[in-house]
């Protein structure tokens, strides 16, 4: 069973930047896909961006493109999450999910078998 630590939120201002971290134990890291999503007050829990087990393959939600970026160290069992250009939009907590033996570009938050805790990501206007 895998554990998953997500660090890295905070509060910023509109235009800023945050590095969100997901760190794994108690399983294989490169055997899993990796998800970031991310759930507002009074919102449904909507898909940021996944990668595959190997780091090949990205897919992001398209109101994130160009915006954030997803990439994993799998010698560190680690997945990040780099925001820029943050907006007020992208307030929200912000899970990391994975997906055993998944191929790295599933959206649907059921498909991923373990989530962490969430941290809280808060921009300013």
């Known amino acids: 069973q895998v554990q998953l630590y997500e660090s890295g939120g905070g509060l910023v201002q509109a235009g800023g930047s945050l590095r969100l971290s997901c760190a794994a134990s108690?399983?294989?890291?490169?055997?899993?896909?990796m998800g970031w999503f991310r759930q507002a007050p009074g919102k449904e829990r909507e898909f940021v961006a996944a990668?595959?087990?190997?780091?090949?393959?990205?897919t992001y939600q398209d109101s994130v493109k160009g915006r954030f970026t997803i990439s994993r160290d799998n010698a560190k069992n680690t997945v990040y999450l780099q925001m820029n250009t943050l907006k007020p939009e992208d307030t929200a907590v912000y899970y990391c999910?994975?997906?055993?033996?998944?191929?790295?570009?599933?959206?649907?938050?059921?498909?991923?078998?373990?989530w962490g805790q969430g941290t809280q990501v808060t921009v300013s206007s």
């Open positions: 999910a994975a997906d055993y033996l998944g191929v790295g570009y599933s959206r649907e938050g059921r498909q991923y078998d373990y």
């Open positions: 990668i595959s087990r190997s780091g090949g393959t990205t």
């Open positions: 108690g399983g294989t890291f490169s055997r899993y896909a």
